[in-house]
């Protein structure tokens, strides 16, 4: 019996880490752009974050954020919010909210105690990324995640430092 040698592409996992909202949102500008339809988007941050970056008033409800989000990714895209005690409140927008949010005995995977390490080394992340945008997030950065085909995410990564053309 001889078996097919197939060429099969696997999606790759991207983290990049942005200092405030305006450097994301033009990441995601070029993306929009470049038309990556095959990538899959998360985006990480720090609820509290979020509102100093949009100059409006801390809130338990999340409400604005995810407006913010179906603005800016469509209104079918998944929003979830989780606590963990490192982190504080985080929000969640994208493919992988589900992964976060996933419960093992009725606690989202993402408030214990490896919480979002745990869930960035599942999903392909290494220890030194995992480590870093963990360090990232605490600090308040957000964390972009990007699954695709590795000919998408260079060309993302390439891009992704200029600015938009107005």
């Given at each position: ?104 005995n009725g606690k989202s ?58």
């Open positions: 019996m001889r078996s097919a040698n197939y060429n099969i592409k696997e999606k790759q996992i991207y983290f990049k880490v942005y200092q405030d909202l305006p450097q994301l949102e033009n990441a995601l500008k070029h993306l929009e752009e470049q038309r990556f339809l095959q990538v899959q988007v998360s985006v990480l941050g720090k609820s509290e974050q979020f509102h100093v970056d949009k100059n409006t008033a801390i809130s338990k409800d999340t409400d604005t954020i995810k407006t913010y989000w179906e603005s800016r990714l469509g209104n079918t895209m998944n929003f979830g919010t989780f606590y963990n005690p490192q982190t504080g409140s985080v929000f969640i927008v994208g493919s992988l909210v589900s992964t976060f949010l996933h419960k093992i995977l993402a408030t214990l105690s490896s919480g979002p390490y745990g869930v960035f080394r599942g999903i392909g992340a290494s220890e030194a990324q995992a480590t870093h945008c963990l360090k990232q997030l605490n600090d308040g950065n957000y964390v972009l995640i990007l699954r695709g085909f590795e000919q998408e995410l260079q060309a993302f990564d390439a891009l992704s430092c200029r600015p938009i053309d107005k």
